[in-house]
Nanobody, 116 residues
């Protein structure tokens, strides 16, 4: 079955950096686009970044452009989210996501807290 396991979250000061990882299994990872979403307290879940199956194309939410970078290693079945210049408003639970055969799958999420 499809499994997505996020890691790498934590507490970081404003202006700092974190790299999130999502280890995928149960499907042909190299054949599917992957996404990172985030959900802040009291807010709707929003797209943070997405990457095509080959890794050749990426897309970002407006507030993430220029600060976040999504990448993938198809040999390791892992997608990453490098987050730089973090702001308090980036505080959220970050989720890995994939659409496989018409169904969305989600990881359990990893908490990112940006605070001094």
């Amino acid at each position: 079955q499809v499994q997505l396991v996020e890691s790498g979250g934590g507490l970081v000061q404003p202006g700092g950096s974190l790299r999130l990882s999502c280890a995928a299994s149960g499907f042909s990872f190299r054949s599917y686009a992957m996404n990172w979403y985030r959900q802040a307290p009291g807010k709707e879940r929003e797209l943070a970044a997405s990457i095509t199956a080959s890794g050749g194309g990426t897309n970002y939410g407006n507030s993430m452009k220029g600060r976040f970078a999504i990448s993938r290693d198809n040999a390791k079945n892992t997608v990453y989210l490098q987050m730089n210049s973090l702001k308090p408003e980036d505080t959220a639970v970050y989720y890995c996501n994939v659409l496989v055969v018409g169904r969305y799958y989600w990881g359990q999420g990893t908490q990112v807290t940006v605070s001094s």
